[in-house]
Nanobody
C-alpha cells in the first residue's frame, strides 16, 4: 500500500494550494479518505474526510475555505485550500480507512504547507 501526497509549498496568506494524494494497493473506492495536519509542537489533527459515498466533513477551522474531493477513477483524493492563513502551516498527511469487521488504516508521507504572513 502506498499513499503519495503532493502539492505542498510556500504561499502567501490569502493564497491557494491544491494537495493531491494518489493511492495504490487498496480498493480506493471502498475507502474513506482523510487529510490530517501536524504543526510543529502540536498534535496531528483531522482537517477533512470524505467517505466512499463522497460525503465530506471538515474541521471547524477550515470550513468554508477547504474542499476535499475524490476521483475514484484516478485513485486520488484532493484538498483544495483557499484563503490560506499562517495558522494553516503544517505537514499535511493523507490517510485511508477501510472497515469490514477489521480496520485497515494507512498513511502517506506528508507534504509541507507553509503560509507566510
Amino acid at each position: 500500500v502506498q499513499l503519495q501526497a503532493s502539492g505542498g509549498g510556500l504561499v502567501q496568506a490569502g493564497g491557494s494550494l491544491r494537495l493531491s494524494c494518489v493511492a495504490s494497493g487498496i480498493i480506493f473506492s471502498a475507502n474513506a479518505m482523510s487529510w490530517y495536519r501536524q504543526a510543529p509542537g502540536k498534535q496531528r489533527e483531522l482537517v477533512a474526510s470524505i467517505n466512499s459515498g463522497s460525503s465530506a466533513n471538515y474541521a471547524d477551522s477550515v470550513k468554508g475555505r477547504f474542499t476535499i474531493s475524490r476521483d475514484n477513477a484516478k485513485n486520488t483524493v484532493y484538498l483544495q485550500m483557499n484563503s490560506l492563513k499562517p495558522e494553516d502551516t503544517a505537514v499535511y498527511y493523507c490517510n485511508s480507512d477501510f472497515r469490514n469487521g477489521r480496520r485497515y488504516v494507512y498513511w502517506g508521507q506528508g507534504t509541507q504547507v507553509t503560509v507566510s504572513s
